[in-house]
């Protein structure tokens, strides 16, 4: 049955709540009537933040993480061990690794994972500029610290091949994690076990 608005701008605001991940009509809904039950000040707030995500968020030309300036808070860390990379999925699990407190390298976001299924290859992703920091910075260990499913693993197994003509160790997160499992929903322990136990990648594909 589709659901009536007594007002086309109620009925506007829930379809594009609605179009957020997660978030069905009716959940749209009550959060459409809490908005529109705050004072003007909270929905001005409300969308002048939004709009400032959208318009004015930077990404890291290091790392390609999420920030407020040219180079990351990580990135421009001095104190961080800049010889080692923790290459993710996105930026969720950057956070995630942050929370254990177990990591004190720098990071690089691929912006996805290899997945033809969904039409998403390796020239999707950041992985050429992966290559190039290896290249032309003083990078001695990567650690790859994707989700232990099959697009995870065929994504380490590329970024493996394209690292072998390089002087660097590349290693890959303890089995910690279960395998189908996603980093970002680890719990901290965990997830800072399977940094700390990391293992060499070439012997990983031995097990």
Same mark, same amino acid.
């Given at each position: 049955?589709?659901?009536?608005?007594?007002?086309?701008?109620?009925?506007?605001?829930?379809?594009?709540?609605?179009?957020?991940?997660?978030?069905?009509?009716?959940?749209?809904?009550?959060?459409?009537?809490?908005?529109?039950?705050?004072?003007?000040?909270?929905?001005?707030?409300?969308?002048?933040?939004?709009?400032?995500?959208?318009?004015?968020?930077?990404?890291?030309?290091?790392?390609?993480?999420?920030?407020?300036?040219?180079?990351?808070?990580?990135?421009?860390?001095?104190?961080?061990?800049?010889?080692?990379?923790?290459?993710?999925?996105?930026?969720?699990?950057?956070?995630?690794?942050?929370?254990?407190?177990?990591?004190?390298?720098?990071?690089? +976001?691929?912006?996805?994972? !290899? *997945?033809?299924? $969904?039409? #998403?290859?390796?020239? &999707?992703?950041?992985?050429?500029?992966?290559?190039?920091?290896?290249?032309?910075?003083?990078?001695?260990?990567?650690?790859?610290?994707?989700?232990?499913?099959?697009?995870?693993?065929?994504?380490?197994?590329?970024?493996?091949?394209?690292?072998?003509?390089?002087?660097?160790?590349?290693? +890959?997160?303890?089995?910690? !994690? *279960?395998?189908? $499992?996603? #980093?970002?929903?680890? &719990?901290?322990?965990?997830?800072?076990?399977?940094?700390?136990?990391?293992?060499?990648?070439?012997?990983?594909?031995?097990?």
């Amino acid at each position: 049955m589709i659901q009536k608005y007594p007002s086309v701008l109620l009925e506007n605001a829930v379809r594009e709540l609605a179009s957020l991940p997660g978030i069905g009509r009716k959940t749209a809904l009550r959060l459409a009537l809490h908005i529109l039950r705050r004072d003007e000040t909270y929905a001005e707030n409300f969308a002048a933040a939004i709009t400032a995500l959208r318009k004015e968020v930077k990404y890291c030309k290091c790392c390609h993480n999420i920030c407020d300036e040219e180079i990351c808070e990580i990135c421009g860390n001095s104190n961080r061990d800049h010889s080692i990379i923790c290459v993710v999925e996105n930026i969720k699990e950057v956070m995630a690794i942050e929370n254990t407190g177990q990591f004190r390298g720098i990071y690089h +976001v691929l912006g996805g994972i !290899i *997945s033809p299924m $969904d039409g #998403i290859g390796p020239g &999707d992703l950041e992985i050429d500029s992966l290559i190039q920091r290896v290249a032309n910075d003083d990078i001695t260990e990567i650690i790859l610290a994707l989700s232990t499913t099959m697009e995870g693993d065929t994504t380490n197994f590329f970024i493996y091949r394209k690292l072998s003509a390089y002087d660097v160790k590349v290693s +890959v997160i303890a089995r910690g !994690i *279960s395998i189908g $499992d996603e #980093i970002e929903y680890a &719990d901290e322990i965990t997830l800072g076990r399977s940094i700390l136990n990391r293992t060499n990648f070439s012997d990983s594909m031995k097990i």
